[in-house]
């Protein structure tokens, strides 16, 4: 049933119209003054407003303009009911927002045809808002599909990288919460230089694969439980090379970061580093992030030749490092996130040796 609400403060002009739509089927409610019309209007929501001009208080007008401005109620058809026959009057009513205007005293056929033509077009007006809110749930839906979707790619794909980045690092001392910490550190120094998502995203998928070109290495160099001589050390150089070979070629974004980092992050700031002496910004800046993070938990990480450093002894050796092994443009990144970065070595708590080893001392103890 189409609810009618008639703005009218003459008694014999609401009866009237009453007496005229309510045999129709139509509910009809009524409100005697400009303020009461708002009010009730807001109340019940009607699907049409028959409104007259003159009335006590807040005019036709007024109420015809608050109800098109209102988000609730915009879509309410007016039909202005007036003695008012002059075309100024008309036109400022249709400029406040109403759709149609019968003049007093009015036809009750020609008001029942009014009455009838406004309430299609806003039953109209409601299947087409229900329809646009349902598409909007419904995208809203999908997009969270969506969303759902690629977060689980994403968390795949980081899985998937992380496990690939062990078949290097099974066969060494380091260990997948090594890889874990510093490709979590990289992204968020990138984040605190000001670099893009999208270079922060690159470096949290591709650092793990930094050290991917050990795999080239020799076990007997690799494995070594004590430091390596200057000839073993040359040869523990080429793993940046090696790893550079392994990911060079792709056309995904990731592994051509991977790429760069495998063969930058050993380069020193101050043009000492290997494999090819870059020196200060020639070092590319995915380069420059990754080593800091490696040398950081190098330094808190237990290695066969050493114990792990206490974390202010590491800070210390960072901020040492500055301009001669580390770029201190990032070293200052570094400490700016410096409770970012113990967050996340407190997060990848793992074991201190790599699964190879701890597969070895199961088997035979007596090798380490």
Not at 160 to 189: N, P, Q
Not at 216 to 236: F, H, N, T, V, Y
Not at 273 to 296: E, H, S, T, W
Request: charged share 30%.
């Amino acid at each position: 049933m189409a609810k009618i609400l008639v703005c009218e403060d003459e008694e014999i002009t609401r009866y009237l119209i009453r007496d005229t739509l309510s045999p129709l089927g139509y509910r009809v409610e009524f409100a005697r003054e400009g303020k009461e019309a708002i009010d009730k209007v807001k109340e019940i929501e009607p699907d049409l407003i028959l409104l007259d001009i003159r009335m006590p208080g807040i005019d036709g007008f007024e109420v015809a303009k608050s109800i098109k401005q209102s988000e609730q109620t915009r879509l309410i058809p007016i039909l202005i009911v007036s003695v008012l026959t002059d075309s100024e009057s008309k036109v400022k009513a249709f400029n406040e927002g109403a759709d149609d205007f019968l003049t007093k005293p009015f036809d009750p056929i020609e008001l029942r045809a009014r009455v009838e033509s406004l309430l299609k077009v806003k039953a109209y007006n409601d299947q087409m808002r229900n329809y646009q809110k349902e598409l909007e749930k419904e995208v809203a839906r999908r997009s969270k599909q969506l969303k759902k979707a690629l977060y689980q790619l994403r968390k795949a794909s980081l899985d998937t990288i992380y496990r690939l980045s062990m078949a290097a690092e099974y066969r060494d001392y380091e260990t997948g919460a090594h890889v874990k910490r510093m490709s979590y550190y990289s992204a968020v120094i990138a984040r605190e230089m000001g670099l893009s998502s999208q270079v922060s995203e690159r470096l949290l998928l591709a650092a793990p694969m930094h050290d991917v070109g050990k795999i080239g290495i020799p076990d007997q160099i690799l494995l070594k439980p004590e430091r390596l001589s200057p000839s073993e050390s040359e040869i523990m150089k080429q793993h940046t090379i090696i790893g550079s070979k392994i990911l060079a070629g792709s056309k995904s974004g990731y592994l051509r970061f991977a790429e760069i980092i495998a063969l930058t992050h050993h380069e020193w700031w101050n043009g000492d580093g290997y494999p090819r002496g870059l020196k200060g910004n020639q070092i590319p800046i995915a380069g420059q992030i990754v080593a800091v993070a490696d040398v950081f938990d190098a330094l808190i990480s237990k290695r066969p030749y050493k114990e792990p450093y206490p974390v202010d002894r590491a800070f210390k050796i960072i901020k040492e490092e500055a301009g001669t092994h580390l770029s201190p443009k990032v070293v200052n990144s570094f400490f700016k996130v410096k409770d970012q970065i113990l967050k996340i070595k407190e997060r990848f708590k793992e074991e201190t040796e790599s699964p190879l080893i701890q597969t070895i001392k199961k088997i035979d103890p007596s090798v380490y």
